[in-house]
């Protein structure tokens, strides 16, 4: 099957959502969950299976980031209810802003534990959609991997985003939690913070993008495109 843009012009802009629409939020398990609110959702794949990637590390970066990212942002949203009437507004702000950044930092980890725990062989309309839009998946390749270079040393995600605006695909470069695509919808995430490869790499981003790429679960974007 061969994906054109024209495949896309029926899926609205509320369909594909904002960034956390449609991904598998934790507050979707609310009324499975305790009375703090979200749920740490379990890695998709065993952890000492990766190709580069230790075991070490994933659990620690899914203990630790992840999972403190889902208890703060129960703790901060329990805050601002506990806010009075006559607070100010720096408060609630500061709060929002907080809130923001361990929301989307929960959303992210999903989608990134998610994308991973695969054989890094792209095929079918995943393929097919990135040879479309970027002219080869070599070119693609390129793109995204040297956008992960330039968050080398600090910090920030790469994701490959469904834009329902034109219905188009983009290589979206973010600093932090806070930043991404208008509407975007994720279909491939790559953590780009050191906590993501320090532990096996130190300092060499390269070396750990190469190994996120060997571990890409395509079968996990390619349900994103579908959807």
């Known amino acids: 099957m061969t994906l054109s843009r024209r495949s896309f012009i029926g899926v609205t802009a509320a369909a594909v959502g904002a960034l956390a629409a449609g991904t598998r939020v934790s507050a979707q398990n609310l009324s499975a969950a305790d009375a703090s609110g979200y749920r740490v ?16 590390l994933i659990v620690s970066h899914h203990d630790k980031n992840y999972a403190g ?30 809130e923001l950044i361990a929301m989307n930092s929960m959303i992210l980890h999903e989608y990134y534990f998610e994308n991973l725990g695969g054989d890094g062989k792209a095929a079918g309309n995943a393929l097919d959609l990135i040879k ?16 992960g270079l330039s ?38 995430v790559m953590d780009m913070y050191e906590h993501s490869y320090q532990m096996d790499y130190g300092a060499d981003a390269k070396g750990y993008i190469q190994a996120f790429f060997k571990n890409i679960n395509w079968e996990a974007v390619q349900k994103r495109i579908e959807a």
């Open 69 to 98: 990212a889902v208890r703060r942002l129960s703790a901060i949203q329990e805050r601002i209810r506990q806010l009075p009437a006559d607070s100010p507004p720096f408060q609630m702000g500061a709060l929002k802003r907080e």
């Open 151 to 188: 968050l080398s040393g600090g910090s920030g995600w790469v994701m490959l985003s469904f834009s329902p605006h034109d219905t188009r695909v983009y290589n979206v470069w973010s600093s932090d939690h806070t930043q991404g695509l208008a509407a975007g919808k994720p279909l491939l």
């Open 41 to 56: 959702q379990p890695l998709p794949f065993h952890p000492a299976k990766l190709n580069g990637i230790s075991e070490r």
């Open 132 to 147: 479309q839009q970027f002219g080869s998946y070599e070119d693609w390749e390129h793109e995204f991997k040297l956008t």
